[in-house]
């Protein structure tokens, strides 16, 4: 039996969103320790079968693997596997849990076949991933503060450009509403397919905001320069996204929640792809303690939908 661990992507923004533009796409997430999605894969006789949370796409991924790996003859022949998807955060929620629960399932199985070997690109290849974000595959190898570089055509998987570690004592608050549900799916591929171009001038703020400031930022333990670029690039990329979610930020609540937590001297906060998950940036255990409690008094929220986590 092969166990993977994987942890959850933040994904802090788009970079381009132009055809005409040398690559599209491209963007800077993060890895997050808490919450993970933990995959365990064992040889099956025949078939596939998949038993926990989201076992219905684990089944998916892995019969993709199955039969591709088979086509391609990758490894050793495998008839079939069982997936047992011991944990995973619940999906649609920005956290890239769709990805990681393929790349997890992918890379238990590629160990069984004896290709253990086999990086993002192979892996995201097999199970159909990276079609826009590829953060959450360099992530899921690498971990930390990931720069990817955009596509230049639908068939490529974005390249990775940069991965730096990130201070794991800045504490990373995550607030998830369980009531909010972000963009997945067909309705993602719709509002994408209805967005207006990010403007050249929009990319050369973000791309600056991200090279020359969040960057040099992680680097130099400059918590408050990293927070305003990354707050930057979230208002940025949010009021470009804003004809398809209604706003710099998806929801109303969501908004508020933003606007709560700067006011508690805490600028570095943003969402993470269509959210709900909102993520908030600090430097001192106790102070994230203290947001924690402070959010969920203010908006009614449970321990499940308030918790601190780390890169």
């Keep these: 039996m092969i166990e993977v661990r994987t942890p959850s992507r933040l994904h802090f923004g788009l970079l381009a969103l132009d055809p005409s533009q040398p690559r599209r796409f491209g963007g800077v997430g993060l890895m997050v320790r808490q919450p993970d999605v933990v995959v365990q ?112 055509s639908d068939a490529d998987i974005s390249p990775l450009v940069v991965q730096q570690s990130f201070p794991d004592d800045w504490p990373i608050v995550l607030i998830t509403p369980s009531r909010l549900a972000g963009l997945a799916g067909q309705r993602e591929s719709h509002a994408f397919s209805q967005l207006g171009a990010i403007p050249d001038d929009a990319t050369g703020r973000l791309c600056e905001r991200v090279l020359l400031g969040m960057l040099p930022a992680v680097i130099e333990r400059d918590l408050p320069a990293f927070s305003e670029s ?33 006011s508690r001297d805490v600028p570095g906060v943003g969402q993470s792809s269509w959210g709900p998950t909102m993520y908030a940036v600090l430097d001192d255990a106790d102070a994230a303690t203290a947001l924690v409690d402070a959010v969920r008094e203010r908006f009614g929220l449970s321990d499940d939908e308030v918790r601190v986590t780390c890169a």
Excluded: N, W
């Design 230 to 262: 990354l707050y930057d690039v979230q208002q940025t990329v949010g009021r470009c996204f804003a004809s398809a979610q209604g706003g710099v930020f998806a929801d109303p609540m969501l908004d508020e929640i933003a606007q709560f937590v700067r």
């Design 41 to 152: 894969v064992e040889r099956a006789a025949a078939g596939v079968r998949a038993a926990g949370p989201m076992h219905e796409r684990a089944a998916r991924f892995a019969t993709r693997f199955i039969t591709r790996a088979s086509e391609k003859r990758l490894g050793q022949p495998l008839a079939g596997a069982s997936v047992r998807v011991v944990r995973a955060p619940r999906p649609h929620t920005g956290l890239g849990t769709g990805t990681q629960l393929a790349m997890a399932t992918a890379r238990a199985l590629a160990e069984l076949v004896g290709r253990g070997d086999l990086g993002p690109r192979e892996l995201a290849r097999l199970v159909d991933r990276g079609k826009r974000s590829a953060i959450g595959l360099h992530g899921f190898f690498h971990g930390g503060l990931i720069v990817e570089g955009g596509k230049q």
